[in-house]
């Protein structure tokens, strides 16, 4: 059965064959002259006319980033497919055996197996070119050059190498959009990409099979070595690029996790300690956790605070700095993560700087709002504080004493709120959070003031607090309490933490965000919108959006909104998913509780 349908299939391609060479004919003497007649033709209009050129430039300056990487990828991927189908081509009549009169027959043998796994590389490469690595850049031009040198070897194939040439001088000369510092091997391929590339390859062994015949897959011709045994040759090149191909694919398959970007050191971390204290902004002081990457400007006046997770770059709110250098760490922040090929985000950015996201191009939608009480008239005075004013009776009915404890003093009580944080996490079946929340960390604890209820002498809740800078606001992050703590415990120790804070001069007290909070929908609205509002009243199941906002009623709050800056369009739900990964800790997390 194997013999008769190698025998039709031997057959069957013996008319293509004068076909197949008469097309690799035309190709090699017409239109390869044809295209070196233009490079010249441009070479010379170039030269002539540069201030034209010149002009066209700077029309086309914003374009030409976008265009010339997409075009020197799709002439990359090009210059493959020739290679690859030039190695599953018979040579030109002729000049194989004029090489080989100059040549020994290594050398012809391993260019031409070279010149196929160069071209398959290529292939490779021009997705890597598509996104700008510059990696992925200079090994184009390296196997470029090597396959003008191979193509010659090969069987002097001097129309290839004119092809080729034009490409990596076109390559070289646009060296400055290639800057991308993002890691080759786990560069992503489409489905497309994919298809294209396997496409190639099944055309080129497709082409030698009718060039060469079936008989030429017979096993006992692949080690046959002579100047005209260019059967046996194609079959070797055509093994070693399915070879390459496999290894290639396996390599992305096995390739290990994407590691952490570097995190702080406690000296770094130390080194910008008076940047945060001196930010009006508490929520500014998450850096201390050192959960976050840092990027500092040049002379150390302000920086962002980021964590990646996938392709999302997100900076934890605004860059810290005063209001002149954000904008320029801003864009300091979007370049880094661009030349990484990742995507810029800024997660919980406030009102004020909406407009610089905006002019930038970004995407800006509602995160919620945040919620600032004005310390400068708070008192438990008045009907609107009458709920506050009676936890705090049934607070001091019940033992309680309220102490704000300063930094120097936390370390003795360490173990305890250990105690009180583990107790906390059991009894609420959730895990720490990351990133844009606190974690109990001994080390970031005792940075702060704590604020502690005992009852009967036992502490039995606490919440660490952040002062800013100018004493513009204060600010709690870690709230837990004991299961024997009574009931609205925390809701009492807010009122002292603000009362306190009123008495040390204190502008606001942040009571932090309510998620979803104040997101508008109607018919017009955009699917954000839309799914935020389905979100805040249907999603109790896996957050209580409603009691978030209902618990910081009780202390009639300012709301102002809190917004995501991100590249527009489609990719909105893959952040989304990548922030709510980095607030989990994992994706494991955001599964989980």
Known sequence: MRTAVLVWLQGAAAPVRPLARYTTGT??????????????????????????????????????????????????????????????????????????DFLPLPVIEVSHLFGSLAGAALLILARGLQRRLDAAYHLTVALLAAGVLFSLLKAFDYEEAIILSAMLVALVASRRYFYRRASLVRERFTPAWIAAILLVVLGSIALGLISYGTP????????????HAQGPRFLRATTGVLAMLVMVAAARLLRPARPLEGLPTEAELEAIRPLVEASPVAAAHLVSLGDKSLLVNEDRTGFVMYGVAGRSWVSMGDPVATADRIPALVLRFIRMADQHGGWPVFYEVARQHVHLYLDLGFGVVKLGEEGRVPLDDFTLEGPERRNL?????????????????????????????????DAWLATKRTREKRFSLGFFDERYVRRYPVAVARRSGQIVGFANVWPSGCKEELQVDLMRSSPEAPPGLMRWVLTETMLWGREQGYRWFNLGMAPLSGVQASTMAPWWNQLAVALYGHGGRFYNFQGVRDFKEWFRPVWEPKYLASPPGALRPVIVANIASLIAGGLEGVVRR
């Open 216 to 227: 030429v897959i017979r096993g006992d011709l692949f080690w046959n070595f002579s100047v």
């Open 389 to 421: 004013r009676r936890t705090s009776r049934e607070m001091v009915r019940a033992g309680c004493t309220f102490e704000m404890l300063a930094p120097g003093c936390v370390e003795e009580v360490l173990p305890t709120l250990r105690q009180i944080s």
């Open 27 to 100: 190709v090699v003497h017409y239109l390869a002259p044809t295209l070196l007649v233009a490079v010249v033709a441009m070479a010379v209009f170039v030269l002539r006319k540069q201030e034209p050129l010149r002009r066209l430039l700077r029309i086309t300056g914003h374009v030409g980033p976008v265009v010339v990487p997409r075009l020197l990828a799709f002439s990359t991927f090009i210059a493959g497919t020739i290679l690859l189908f030039s190695g599953a081509t018979p040579a030109v009549r002729g000049r194989l055996r004029w090489v080989a």
